[in-house]
């Protein structure tokens, strides 16, 4: 073996020479000349060359590199954990109403007065406007004077009948006018009724559109837009809109329809937390409807969810963040997300077995979230590679630091 290690260096000590000899040669090296000599001596150097690679891979063969091996990888480790893990799905969308109304005119009429102000709590039944209701009134008035008078003319007939004084034909004339009478005083009760525009829900006044002296017109949309020279009138009188409790909207991608749809008992719900720019904390809620179809342009369902809005501080339009939690994974495999390996071939985790080499492990990412995954192909307590593994191959041997467990408590 001694005699093999001092060939070994005699062979290098020799071929360094020779490198310094050619190096000074190639300094004092004419270029024209040089072409000249390869030209004329191209199958010595041809010879020579194929000479050169021959020692070279005897060299290779007769004197393989038996050097130490390299050290075993740092890494950093830890154990795969068995556990339940909430399914959250993270969504943007928007506040809405739960009810909103636009108040809008049943009749032609000019507004006599305005009950209500601006941004005004109200309940359903409060009165919002009267119109001039002296016309309608006087219709009232009329049609249950001629109720009255009808209904007496009926009560008389059935005295008369009863004398056979008239005829029963008489008699049916006279109840069909009295019944006839008492319709056409409802009907102007109705027409009464729409010059007292009434609240349908509870909830809150926006901005009102009308003033004392406008005209409405029924069927007609009416709002207010100012200029410097007119006021014109086009959209609802007022809207009302119900902000306790309210609703938020979002959507599910399709793919993660199975997720909130799937596996699931009658008694589930839905649950959302909702983050709300400004506030101090998110806003629980529940979901209430997932939409039955799936819009094509975008690829998602809608999903709405019914807030607590006591303090008011949600308003419909409002952008929000939405944390949605689908469902429970149970005694899932959980690892750090990190600590996987992808390549073409799919997804892998550096297994340690107990004389601490590392096999790559084909593995299945079933869920992802905050850092964590949810992972099928390995057991619970298998030992993984988290930090370190950029530089390990499969049956390496590798050294630990400090496991991610121990890190976290220290």
């Known amino acids: 073996m001694q005699a093999i290690e001092k060939m070994k260096t005699k062979l290098m000590t020799w071929l360094c020479q020779l490198a310094k000899r050619m190096i000074a040669l190639i300094k004092k090296i ?44 740092l890494v950093t480790t830890t154990l795969v954990e068995k556990k339940d893990i909430p399914v959250i799905l993270e969504a943007t969308g928007n506040i ?27 309940k359903a039944g409060d009165l919002l406007f009267t119109l001039d209701d002296r016309a309608s009134k006087a219709n009232f008035d009329k049609a249950k004077a001629l109720a009255d008078d009808a209904a007496r003319q009926y009560k008389r007939s059935l005295e008369l009948i009863e004398r056979k004084f008239i005829s029963q034909a008489a008699a049916d004339t006279s109840k069909a006018n009295m019944e006839s009478a008492k319709a056409n005083a409802r009907a102007a009760e109705v027409a009464l009724s729409f010059d007292h525009i009434r609240s349908p829900i509870n909830g809150r006044a926006g901005v009102i559109n009308v003033f004392v ?44 329809i199975p997720l909130i749809l799937g596996q699931r008992t009658e008694g589930d719900e839905l649950t959302v937390s909702v983050e709300v720019n400004g506030a101090d904390k998110p806003v629980e809620g529940k979901v ?94 298998d030992k993984i590679v988290v930090e370190g593994k950029q530089n390990l191959r499969p049956n390496g041997q590798i050294r630990e630091t400090k496991s991610a467990e121990k890190a976290k408590k220290q």
């Open 288 to 381: 209430y409807v997932v939409d039955n179809q799936v819009d094509p342009a975008i690829g998602a369902v809608r999903v709405k969810a019914e807030l607590n809005n006591k303090e008011g501080f949600m308003i419909p339009g409002q952008f929000v963040r939405i944390k949605l939690k689908a469902k429970t994974l149970k005694d899932a495999l959980i690892i750090p997300t990190h600590a996987v390996v992808t390549n073409p071939k799919g997804d892998f985790l550096y297994v340690v077995d107990a004389s601490n080499k590392v096999a790559l492990k084909p593995i299945k990412v079933v869920y992802q979230y905050q850092g964590q995954s949810a992972v099928t192909g390995v057991n619970a307590d």
């Open 96 to 122: 809405v109403a739960k009810n909103i109304v636009d108040i809008r005119p049943q009749t032609t009429n000019v507004v006599s007065k305005i009950h209500i102000k601006e941004g005004q709590t109200v």
């Open 213 to 256: 002296g406008s005209l409405v017109q029924a069927g007609t949309n009416v709002s207010t837009t100012s200029s410097a020279t007119s006021t014109t009138t086009t959209g609802a009188m007022v809207t009302i809109t119900q902000l306790d409790p309210i609703n938020v909207q979002f959507t599910v991608s399709e793919k993660e």
């Open 30 to 73: 004419d270029l024209a000349k040089t072409y000249a000599f390869c030209m004329k001596h191209k199958k010595r150097i041809i010879l020579g060359l194929i000479v050169l690679y021959g020692l070279n891979y005897a060299y290779n063969y007769f004197f393989p590199d038996t050097g130490k091996k390299a050290p075993p990888q």
